[in-house]
């Protein structure tokens, strides 16, 4: 499963490598022919980067670009999108399910887009559950995929028999009044551990898909008894749908629920920035705020716009990162390289115990123009200096 981990080991792949993007939507096929979009498009953009690959590096360039082709030629487009890393220890794809932008990059990783694309894109935990099954999903990058189905098995055959006996005879009557109310008390006593169960799986899927959302479709009533067991922080973050989708095949579950999802996330993202902006003391904003934060290990969480992107320097000894284009570390003392703020955030979020978030839509360029980037403090730096 791709994940924020996985976009992490990413940017630590060995460098220099080549970085494709590909919107394959547009293709049912990737045929051998010269006319092939995806083709045409690899092989007159390799051409504009090769004017600027240094030298010594043209040959391996140009290696890569042929395998990324050969590729091309031997597959057949799954998805939407492509992402390849090729390099001299890495070949890896990715496929998508959401659109992406033709790009080609040579040296370090390029993660930008696949980081914008997956962080906008938080996982959704998904329960559709009618009065005989309940079934998991995970939704994510426009992607329904199945987790579990748990079946309700009912005991109710016994507590006829022990209540209710069978079909009436002479002589003989089924039993009604107090048994049959002790009857409907079992039977709802049942359900309702049924729908605690559920909450509990629910529960359990979204912390193991690190997914801070979960969608939930039944009935009213059925959403509200499975609400009532989920912990308080996943219940903030939870949508319900009063609807029974239990007979509908995943397909068309996903068209009915992605919408929801999406605007689901836009509204929080929302929240967020306007938390952020209205944070007082205990938010930063702007790039040379925010990195300085982050690598004195000070910030709790980190909001990145969709799309936005800086030039920083790194240094290339103690890692110290900064927009500043002086030539040696103020740290160390030693040289400094050009670097991408896309390139290097991942890794000095996962380092520095920060969580990472990109927001997108309006929200997103809300924070493009308020800085591009920003986020909260640790809770224990603010009451340190209380």
């Not at 590096?57 to 031997?74: I, M």
């Not at 894109?121 to 009618?130: E, G, I, Y």
């Not at 709802?188 to 997914?211: D, F, N, P, V």
């Amino acid at each position: 499963m791709l994940s924020s981990d996985s976009v992490l080991k990413l940017s630590q792949l060995r460098s220099p490598l080549l970085t494709v993007y590909l919107d394959v939507s547009c293709e049912r096929s990737f045929p051998s022919a010269p006319s092939s979009p995806c083709l045409t498009w690899l092989k007159a953009q390799a051409n504009v980067i090769a004017e600027h690959v240094p030298a010594e590096e043209l040959p391996s360039f140009w290696r890569e670009v042929q395998r990324v082709g050969s590729t091309l030629q031997n597959s057949a487009p799954l998805r939407a999108g492509l992402i390849i890393f090729s390099g001299p220890d890495a070949g890896e794809q990715i496929f998508m399910d959401v659109p992406i932008c033709n790009e080609m990059h040579w040296g370090r990783p390029a993660i930008g887009q696949l980081l914008s694309v997956i962080g906008v894109r938080q996982p959704s935990c998904v329960l559709v559950v009618d009065r005989s099954r309940a079934r998991f999903f995970r939704y994510w990058l426009g992607e329904l995929k199945p987790l579990e189905e748990i079946i309700f098995v009912s005991a109710r055959s016994t507590w006829k028999r022990k209540d209710l006996g069978h079909v009436e005879t002479p002589g003989i009557k089924k039993t009604r009044g107090s048994q049959r109310d002790a009857f409907e008390h079992r039977r709802e006593a049942e359900y309702q551990r049924w729908h605690r169960h559920l909450g509990e799986r629910a529960t359990a899927w979204c912390r193991k898909e690190a997914s801070p959302w979960l969608f939930l479709a039944g009935s009213k009533r059925q959403t509200e008894e499975i609400s009532k067991a989920l912990p308080s922080d996943l219940r903030r973050h939870a949508s319900f749908l009063a609807a029974d989708l239990g007979p509908m095949r995943p397909i068309a579950i996903k068209r009915l629920i992605a919408p929801k999802i999406e605007s689901r996330a836009a509204e929080q993202s929302d929240r967020q920035l306007t938390d952020l902006l209205e944070g007082g003391g205990g938010s930063v904003m702007g790039v040379d705020a925010t990195m300085f934060q982050l690598q004195a290990r000070r910030m709790d969480s980190v909001l990145l716009a969709e799309g936005f992107d800086s030039d920083l320097h790194e240094c290339e000894s103690c890692g110290l990162v900064a927009r500043s284009a002086d030539p040696v570390c103020v740290a160390c003392g030693h040289a400094r390289r050009r670097a991408a703020l896309s390139e290097v955030l991942p890794g000095l979020a996962a380092n520095c115990g920060a969580r990472l978030e990109v927001i997108g839509r309006e929200a997103g360029r809300r924070l493009a123009r308020a800085g591009g980037i920003g986020g909260w403090l640790r809770k224990e730096r603010l009451a340190a200096h209380g």
